[in-house]
């Protein structure tokens, strides 16, 4: 779906692993049509598709604005809009499964003497 050539536009390829969180996403107008329910997937997740006929862009299309759904804007919102951040894939907190580490009262702030050879 994304060739060599649509990687070269955006970034240099020394950088390519970061191109989806930098880069707006590129496609044609059949490639849009042939894929719509695809693409909407997407722009349901918040990312802007820029279209493109004949190598020049025509259109982007953006997520509904949170205004159109009837709530102001958090900061969040205005920078998926912005292409700024992507939401993330799965739901739920990347913390849950961190163990949860507690020092005893004064730890840190001995170690931090410590360190400073104030100890």
């Known amino acids: 779906m994304f060739g060599l050539g649509r990687l070269r536009s955006c970034q240099p390829l020394a950088i390519m692993a970061t191109y989806g969180y930098i880069c707006p996403m590129h496609t044609g107008i059949r490639e849009l049509r042939d894929n ?29 604005s949170a205004g159109s759904r009837g709530r102001r804007p958090s900061r969040y919102d205005e920078l998926v809009a912005a292409g700024v951040i992507r939401p ?32």
């Not at 719509?36 to 509904?64: D, F, N, W």
């Not at 499964?97 to 003497?113: E, K, N, Q, V």
């Open 88 to 119: 993330a894939v799965e739901d739920g907190d990347p913390l849950d499964r961190w163990p949860d580490i507690r020092l005893p009262p004064g730890t840190a702030a001995g170690l931090i003497d410590e360190d400073r050879g104030e100890a």
């Open 36 to 64: 719509l329910s695809r693409y909407v997937r997407r722009l349901e997740a918040g990312e802007r598709i820029t279209v493109t006929a004949h190598g020049r862009v025509v259109a982007e299309l953006v997520p509904p």
